[in-house]
C-alpha cells in the first residue's frame, strides 16, 4: 500500500526525491511517445507533478490489487494525456516499466487514450468532458458504500469547454460530492491554439465558486505549494474542492513550452535527442 | 378481426417492478432527468431516497454519473425519454458504457410514435438504430407489459451494459402471466407455414391481428416476437425464412437500423428469401398515438399486406 493517507504507507518520498523522480519520469514520457511516434507530449509534461504529488503523497492505493474497493479513485479525464499518466502508474508499480515501449503499439494493454485495461485506470477516456460525472459516480458509490475513500479527477482546460463539465460540477455540488476534487490542468494550450484564442475561460476561479465549488489555486509544478494544497483539501470538507492548478505545456522541455504546436505530435529524431539532453 | 386486449402501461410496469426489486438487488440505483413521474421511477424516488440520484435534463452527465457508479459494482438503472437517453448521450455511452462494458441499465420510455402529441422531436424513431451499434450492449424490446417486467428482472440479474425500449402509451398484453420470457430467445407467438413475421414492441400484437386476417384469407402466418435485438436470435430468423419461404420485419421504428435491417442482414447471410419490412419512413407530428399508428401504416392490414406480397415474391 502506497500514499500519505495509507496508515500502513512504506516510504515516504521527500520533495527532492519527487523532483528528481519529476525529472526521470519527464525523460519517460518523451521516450514513450518518441518510440510510438505519436502522442501528446504538452500535456503530459503539464501534468507531471499533480500526479506524482497524488500517487507519492496523498492517495492510497495498491499496485497488487488494482481494484481494492478502499482506494482512492483517480480519474484522468483529459486522457490523451496518458504518457504522464503511464509513467506514474508504472513507477507506483502497476506494470513494469518496459511495458512503455509498447505504447500505441498492437496488442499493447497501454493504449493511446486511457482505458481500464491498463492495470490502474479506472476509466475509458478520450472524448472530453467525461471524467467528471464518471467521477462524481465515484463518489456517490462511496457513499452508498459508507466508505471513505476520496476521488480526484483531473481535467484539461481546453477540456472545460465542454458543456458535461458542467453539469457535473453543478450536480456534484447538489449532491455534496464532499469526497470529491477536481483539479484543472491550467497549461493554457489547447489542441489548436491558447486557450483564450480558442474559448475564453476566465475567471475560471470563479465559474467554479458560483457553481458550488471550494476552489485553490496553486503552481502546478510546485512541489511543495502543490502538496500544502492536497493537505487544505482534506480540511473541512463540505462542498466539492476544485484545485486550479497554474502549469506550463510541455514544461521541462524548452522547444515545447508554451508551444501549442507540442499538444500532440511526438519529436522527431532531432528533438528527441535534444529534449533528453535538457532532462540529463 | 382485431383481438381485443387488456391494455397496460410498459412504463408504469417498470417503476413498480423496480421496487420489487429494491431488497433483492441492494446495488440497484435509480437516476432520473427530471423526468422521474413520466418514467415512474418516482415511485422509487420517493421509497429510497437515498438510493436515488435526479440530475435534471443534462443527459451527458446522467450518464457519465451511472457509469462511474456502475464501475464501482453498483447497478444503476437509467431512465428518461428515449430520445433524450440515447440520442443526447450517445458518446458518453459509446466511451463509458459500452467501450468500459459497464453494468449500466438504461430504461427509456417515450419510444416511437406512439408518444404522440408532443411530435416528431419526442418521437424516438432512431433509439434502436443508434444503440444498436454500440457492440457491449444488450438491447430489448419488450412486447408487453407482462415481458416488460421480466426483461426488466433479467437486466437487474445480467452483467452488463442493457438498453430497455418502452412507450408512452398503454399497449395491448399479448402474453399470459405465466410466460416465461428467455433473453435472446425469440418467442414463437403463432405457427404459420406460408410467411414468417417478425415483430418487437407494440407491433407483435398488432402482428397477430395480422394473421388473423391471413388466415381468413388462407395465409397462414408464423408470428415471431423478437424482444430481444441484441444479440437477436439468429436461429429463430433462419428458421423461419428456411421453413416458411418468406419473411415480414414489423417495427414501431424507422427502416433503417432496426428489427427490418436486423432481419434481412440475417436472412441475407444465411437463407436469402423475400423480406417485406413494416415500419416509419421518416418523421411524424403531433396527434394521438393510435392516429400516428393508422397514418404511419403500423396497422394490421399494412403488416397483411407485406406479407402477401412476401409471399408473392417467392419464386
Known sequence: MIGGRA???GHTYSVPELQAMAKELRRDIIQTIYTAGSGHPGGSLSELEILISLYFRVMRYDPENPGWADRDRFILSKGHASPGFYAVLSRAGYFPREELATYRQLNSRIQGHAHPMTPGVEMNSGSLGMG???ALGCALAARLDGKDYMVYALLGDGECDEGEIWE?????????????VAIVDRNRIQNDRFTDDVMTLDPLDRKWRDFGWRVFETDGHDLPALLDTFEKTQRRRTRPTVIIAHTVKGKGV????????FHGRAPNADEYQKALEELA | MVAQRKMASTRQTYGET???MADSFPDIVVLGGDLNVSVFTHLWRDKYPERFFDFGPAEQNLVGVGAGLAANGKIPFVSTFSVFGVGRPFDQLRVLVSQGNLNMKLVCTHAGILTGEDGMSAHGIEDLSLICSLPAFTVVSPADSVETVQAIKTAASTEG???????RAATPVVHEEDYRFQLGKAEVMREGSDVTIFATGVMVSVSLDAADMLAAQGVEARVVNIHTLKPVDEEAIVAGARETGAVVSAEEHYFHGGLGSIVAQVVGQNQPVPVEMVA?????ESARAEELMVKCGL?????????LKAVARKK
Request: aromatic share 10%; charged share 15%.
Open chain 2, 161 to 167: 451494459p442493457f438498453y430497455i425500449r418502452l412507450s
Open chain 2, 299 to 307: 396497422t394490421p392490414e399494412k403488416v397483411k399486406d407485406a406479407a
Open chain 1, 168 to 180: 457535473a460540477a453543478m450536480s456534484a455540488a447538489h449532491h455534496k460530492a464532499t469526497n470529491l
Open chain 1, 7 to 9: 496508515p500502513t504507507a
Open chain 2, 18 to 20: 423496480l421496487l420489487d
Open chain 2, 280 to 284: 416509419l419512413q421518416g418523421y411524424s
Open chain 1, 132 to 134: 467528471l460525472s464518471f
Open chain 1, 254 to 261: 524548452s522547444f515545447m513550452e508554451n508551444n501549442p504546436g
